[in-house]
């Protein structure tokens, strides 16, 4: 004998309800911004994927730009559990970004370069929440900002960012007030130039690494920071290798070296002395 369903009487309220002047689901995302934002210039079946990707990318960006400002914030405060959690999204984020890419890579030479052409010299090179994500995490460039010189706006932002200490900057002060003994040139640097690592800086972090009982926040600060380090070079080897995929080692979109540029950037670190101290551990 079949038993009799009852409708969910909030969910039959919320279906017939009336909308008309208020505030919808919509209206909250402003859907109708979002969505009419993809706007391809060619017919081609395949440029508007590639929009979306990129559009949900950014999107991804913006957040993680968004959670290292807290991030550096809690470090700067000696607040660390903000931080962390700040951090831990960072991840899965990032995670996120690093799957973007296989589904981009469903798109084959042909389908690209059937549109490749009509992007003219836009090139994701020129993303300035990328460059700001970079900035905040150490790699400071002075030629980066050179794209953004005809916007102000980003270009001003990104100023702040390469005068600005990165999050490593604040996690080596943070050591320094807690009583390690690191170089007055390491904390007086300037900011606006990529650390360099130095063997005082590695000393600190070697020894909270041996004493992690005795510093566990700032050990599980450390291990975050390599987290965090870790999963955006697998976001740089998936880009790199999409690239490779579609277009070869033909030259970007933009000028850039393409596929060769993008393997250099995989030997760039944010924070070298996290990387060494491992072997001497």
């Known amino acids: 004998m079949s038993q009799s369903k009852t409708p969910d009487t909030r969910v039959e309220a919320a279906i017939h309800l009336d909308l008309a002047g208020r505030q919808t689901y919509g209206d909250y995302l402003n859907l109708d911004i979002l969505l009419s934002a993809q706007n391809p210039i060619t017919a081609e079946h395949d440029e508007l994927p590639f929009i979306i990707i990129h559009h949900i990318q950014e999107l991804w960006l913006k957040l993680v730009a968004h959670e290292l400002e807290a991030a550096v914030v809690g470090i700067r405060d000696d607040n660390l559990p903000p931080a962390f959690k700040a951090l831990a999204r960072i991840t899965r984020i990032q995670e996120q970004l690093i799957r973007a890419w296989d589904v981009l890579s469903t798109m084959t030479p042909a389908d690209y370069l059937a549109f490749r052409d009509a992007l003219g010299p836009a090139s994701g090179f020129q993303s300035y929440q990328y460059r700001l994500v970079e900035f905040r995490l ?3 460039d002075v030629k980066m900002m050179q794209p953004h010189k005809h916007r102000p706006e980003h270009y001003d932002m990104l100023a702040t960012a390469l005068a600005s200490p990165s999050i490593y900057d604040e996690a080596i002060r943070l050591l320094a007030r807690r009583g390690f003994a690191i170089p007055k040139e390491v904390l007086e640097r300037d900011v606006s130039l990529p650390h360099q690592s130095n063997e005082a800086v590695r000393a600190a972090w070697l020894s909270i690494y041996r004493t992690s009982k005795d510093h566990f926040d700032l050990y599980e600060l450390a291990e975050e920071l390599v987290d965090v380090e870790d999963w955006f070079q697998q976001w740089r080897f998936r880009h790199m290798k999409t690239v490779e995929r579609i277009i070869g080692f033909k030259r970007g979109t933009g000028g850039s ?13 944010f924070f070298p002395e996290l990387w060494e101290l491992r072997t001497q551990l």
Do not use: E, W
Request: glycine share 12%.
């Open 138 to 140: 150490g790699a400071k």
């Open 257 to 269: 070296s393409g596929v060769s540029y993008l393997k250099t950037a995989l030997d760039r670190s």
